[in-house]
């Protein structure tokens, strides 16, 4: 029988339950009590009412990638209206919609929901945890964003759809200059969104801080954890800012009130603080997560650890503290006082300092390193290159007299897609190959990875390089047309030429994903021979993913033989049973000293209906049905507490200690 | 592999490089090319700081590739397959690399607010202020004067003179704009409620092209203006003959050509020294004094116009400017009526 060895008991009194300790071997009857409890209900009930997080994580994960597809559609819908001057393929407000919309989907929908996709799968693999703090809150995160990003394009097949760019200025977005639905669905559809994702980031927060596995102290977590961790902080604290903004444009063009209105005092640049408040650590959001993934994968094809975890993990929080005091770069050009400008310029050229830690630890590892050439770590080598190009384009846009001259124009819309697709797409498409066979239980094809990397790589710099010049020759962004003597004919050309082979790269990605569902290798555990926890398990993993919940003596759990860098090893085999229901261990917030028995809750269906009823409620304001509203809200309200209602085998209460001083229980650990 | 990886940026950067030079030539005389063509000192010490920040940019990226590429590909001792390196070691990398950047940096930071104290502020006390406001989707410009006869306006042409620096006030009608004339200087966003200012100097005589660069709507790719630095002599005739209001023999409704006028234009446009004081478009005073018709979209001849007062939809779409419906005698008496507007 697995359980064994009683006397590993953690000889820890204070907690009121003592935590079974031992081994639970798949087939062994813990294991099988483990499955029972854990699996989720087959069929549509399960589908709605699931919270496991490796489902809600591939969910999140397609459902992005269906976003990207399409705001990838519409971007080459766009060049080839660009491809030659003087077409007329779109009209001004077809082309106005089309690019609101790319960056819409893309900024808000794609980018930061696919990096919430591999947290959401990853943090408990990468933790040691069986779910992530509030399994239901995850739900309700995942079902708000698909609302959301059903909403926003609800207008969309009407040829209404929002016109106003994604940062939407005011007052070409207020109630006199865009009369139609189009702003109000995306003023309601982001405030709706940002619900998501401060649950969302809630979650991230609280799962990092108490669901660790013994051992796994702070300095132990894997660089992605601090990258999701800092985007989530940040987050919390700027989602108020955005939804702040869009519920002012919403009152401002619904229920008459000034805040942007210039007739009555009111300040369009009130709006532009707002947003950039916002906006610009929004960018660090959605590309120190997919950085994480890079440090944490690379290593692997690389043979070693990253050189210097440490600075690496202080260089994403430090990214993020610059970028709280930068926004106004994105406002150089509206009359602010030039000494205010300068401490910006500086403070946004400063930025690169912690991404220079990143990139010479990357190479550092790369060269101190082995390489394997397998697809990931292509993408992820790739990735450094276009990294570096973005940034320096960067410190270009962040001279402030420069910046008058390059912002605005294609030199801007060059480097944000240096940032964002060369820092956020090539991670996560070689963060998807290398995790997919943990996903699935199947390998992808290398060889058609390694089109798929080179096709992307060659298109993305033919598309995107070229912008850099049609900046420089003074083309603005945001125009539907251009005249031959500009002399921009060929850059759009060219770049036009380069989408579309980047597409067809995107293309051999996904024809690879299908073929590898049905017919790639099988991948056993640790395919990669990677160090993280993650790989400790089968792939794809159980529904309790951890038999026991292991504890951790360093970073590289599975690399700890050969690296014999202490004594000391993690306990992968034998750790914490916790079978008496949906269990898992509380941790404490630094050293991960075991804390509490947390019992976590299973499949509900009230997340989907919270979700719903609040979706409704904004569907109700966008028509103004205010019987509807009045209902819904009542809805929300009455799952609310259904949710809340106190239940028995949620009561951790009974076996938490009221004094969590646990600082010394265990000296084992 | 090795073969692969060491080729492909080679072949990327030929490639580009054959494709792209021959077009340079015609691309460096692209009239918005503030990058190899600045002019005047508000935008000239900018296009040395932007060739200081593109070289410093090309040669480090580089510098970065090859490092890489080196990590990549350099020989390696055989070692057993399975072994994993030591964690410790390579920290140098991170603190020379991180400690290079840091100077270039610091350095970049010096210089660049060296040049932003320099084209902020013009040295000398602007001879000559100006009004620009940005409508949907074209350029008021008004020259005023304390007589209030002597005020000048007119549209999506500035001109100035030469060697002198001039300040422009830069508001705006409706939405966001922003004036832009990169060969003479950077942008500033146009914001209703507020008067910006930034001041533009022109060295040579010439026309320099603008545009507006931010988005403000259907006709924001059709915003364009342009700044006519002249000789100051050749300034002052220009505005003694744009301050005279129009000289019309048959300012009558007997006139067919300027009855249409009455009916259908004077809605939104003036014509000053006639009943027509519109004020939603451009001053047409001295519209035939002008280079370009709807906001740089078309050389300003008969034709164009003509075009352009029957078809300004299809030309400009969502344009404020409607297509009109004309029989072809009111367009021809209207055409008479418009050519005297010298």
């Known amino acids: ?669 | 592999m090795k073969h692969n990886l060491y080729m492909t940026p080679f072949l990327v950067i030929s490639i580009t490089a054959i494709v792209v030079l021959p077009n340079a030539v015609q691309a460096s005389e692209a009239p918005l090319n503030y990058f190899l063509h600045s002019y005047g000192p508000a935008a000239k010490p900018t296009m040395y700081l932007g060739w200081v920040l593109a070289g410093l940019s090309v040669i480090i990226c580089i510098v970065i590739s090859l490092l890489l590429l080196t990590a990549i590909i350099r020989k390696r001792s055989r070692s057993d397959p399975y072994s994993i390196d030591r964690e410790g070691g390579g920290l140098l990398w991170i603190y020379i690399g991180t400690g290079i950047s840091t100077i270039i940096l610091f350095g970049l930071v010096i210089y660049s607010s060296m040049i932003l104290n320099q084209v902020a502020k013009p040295t000398q006390t602007p001879a000559l202020t100006v009004t620009v406001t940005g409508y949907d989707w074209w350029w008021k410009v008004e020259y005023e004067h304390d007589d209030p006869t002597q005020h000048i306006i007119t549209a999506n042409e500035l001109h100035i003179p030469v060697g002198l620096p001039v300040l422009i006030k830069l508001k705006s009608a409706d939405v966001i704009h922003a004036f832009w004339v990169p060969k003479l200087a950077g942008k500033t966003q146009m914001i209703p409620g507020l008067v910006n200012q930034q001041w533009i100097q022109a060295d040579m005589s010439g026309i320099y092209a603008g545009q507006c660069v931010q988005f403000c709507g259907a006709g924001h790719a059709h915003m364009g203006l342009e700044v006519i630095a002249k000789s100051p002599q050749e300034f002052e005739d220009w505005q003694n003959t744009q301050r005279k209001t129009a000289m019309l023999s048959f300012k009558t409704f007997e006139d067919p050509g300027y009855k249409v006028f009455m009916d259908q234009c004077a809605g939104c446009h003036t014509i000053r020294g006639t009943e027509a004081a519109g004020k939603h478009a451009p001053d047409l005073t001295h519209l035939n004094s002008r280079r370009k018709i709807a906001a740089g979209l078309l050389a300003n001849t008969p034709d164009h116009l003509k075009k352009w007062i029957m078809n300004a939809q299809e030309l400009k779409p969502g344009s404020r400017m409607p297509s009109f419906a004309l029989s072809n005698h009111e367009i021809a008496a209207l055409m008479l009526f418009l050519s005297n507007l010298d």
């Open chain 1, 1 to 669: 029988m697995a359980i064994s060895d009683k006397k590993h008991n953690l000889p820890d009194n204070r907690l009121e339950r003592v935590p079974e300790y031992g081994c639970a071997p798949t087939g062994s009857t813990v294991e099988m009590r483990l499955a029972h409890t854990w699996e989720c209900n087959p069929g549509w009930r399960g589908w709605f009412s699931t919270v496991d997080h490796k489902t809600i994580g591939i969910r999140y994960l397609i459902t992005a990638f269906i976003f990207l597809i399409i705001g990838g559609i519409e971007a080459l819908i766009m060049r080839a209206q660009l491809s030659l001057p003087d077409q007329t393929l779109l009209t001004p407000e077809q082309y106005n919609q089309l690019f609101t919309m790319h960056g819409i989907t893309m900024i808000f929908l794609y980018a930061l929901p696919i990096l919430s996709g591999f947290s959401n799968y990853l943090w408990p693999l990468l933790l040691g945890s069986r779910d992530m703090a509030f399994p239901r809150l995850n739900a309700l995160s995942y079902w708000i964003f698909l609302f959301a990003g059903v909403f926003m394009y609800a207008s969309f097949p009407l040829g209404q759809a929002p016109n106003a760019g994604w940062f939407n200025y005011v007052p070409f977005s207020g109630p006199i200059y865009n009369t139609g639905p189009n702003i109000d669905v995306f003023a309601l559809g982001m405030v709706l969104l940002g619900i998501s994702t401060t649950v969302g980031a809630v979650n991230f927060i609280v799962t990092l801080f108490k669901m660790r596995a013994p051992g796994m102290t702070i300095n132990r977590v894997p660089i992605l954890v601090w990258g999701t961790l800092t985007a989530s902080v940040a987050n919390l604290i700027t989602i108020p800012a955005v939804s702040l903004a869009f519920l002012l444009l919403w009152l401002d063009r619904q229920v008459g009130t000034q805040f942007f209105d210039v007739a009555n005092g009111g300040k369009p640049l009130l709006w532009q603080h707002l947003f950039w408040i916002f906006g610009h650590p929004w960018v660090y959001a959605i590309v120190l997560p997919a950085m994480g993934i890079v440090s944490d994968a690379l290593p692997t094809f690389c043979r070693r650890p990253l050189v210097g975890y440490t600075a690496v993990a202080l260089a994403t929080m430090a990214t993020m503290m610059f970028g709280f005091v930068v926004w106004v770069h994105h406002m150089f050009a509206t009359g602010l006082p030039t000494i205010s400008l300068s401490i910006f310029g500086a403070a946004s050229m400063a930025i690169s300092i912690p991404s220079a830690v990143a990139v010479f630890a990357w190479i550092a590892t790369i060269w101190l390193g082995r390489p394997v050439f397998k697809t990931p770590f292509l993408f992820f080598a790739g990735f450094v290159i276009l990294f570096v190009i973005g940034g320096l384009s960067g410190v270009m846009v962040a001279a402030v007299s420069l910046n008058w001259q390059l912002n605005e124009t294609y030199f801007v819309v060059a480097h944000l897609h240096y940032v964002l697709l060369g820092i956020n797409v090539f991670p996560v498409i070689g963060g998807i190959y290398y995790w997919f066979p943990k996903f699935t239980g199947r390998m992808m094809n290398e060889k058609l990875g390694k089109w798929s990397f080179w096709v992307m790589f060659i298109g993305f710099n033919a598309a995107f390089f070229p912008m850099h010049i049609a900046g420089l020759l003074g083309m603005p962004r945001r125009i539907y047309t251009y005249s031959s003597h500009m002399g921009w004919d060929t850059v759009n050309m060219i770049t036009s030429i380069g989408s579309f082979i980047f597409a067809i790269g995107i293309l051999i990605f996904l024809v690879n994903v299908m073929i590898s569902l049905k017919r790639g290798v099988l991948a056993g555990s640790n395919p990669w021979d990677a160090a993280t926890l993650e790989w400790s398990i089968s792939s794809p993993p159980p529904a309790y993913n951890f038999a026991v919940i292991p504890i951790i003596a360093s970073r590289h759990p599975l690399w700890e033989n050969r690296l014999n860098e202490s004594s000391e090893r993690s306990s992968l085999s034998e750790g914490y049973l916790l079978t008496a229901g949906h269990e898992t261990i509380g941790t404490s917030p630094i050293d991960a000293k075991p804390q509490v028995i947390l019992k976590m809750p299973g499949d509900s269906y009230i997340p989907f209906f919270v979700g719903l009823f609040v979706s409704l409620l904004f569907v109700g304001l966008l028509f103004h049905w205010w019987s509807f509203i009045g209902v819904m809200t009542a809805a929300c309200c009455i799952t609310l507490i259904l949710w809340m209602w106190p239940q028995k085998s949620l009561a951790q209460r009974t076996v938490f200690n009221a004094d969590h001083s646990s600082q010394n229980n265990s000296e084992k650990i």
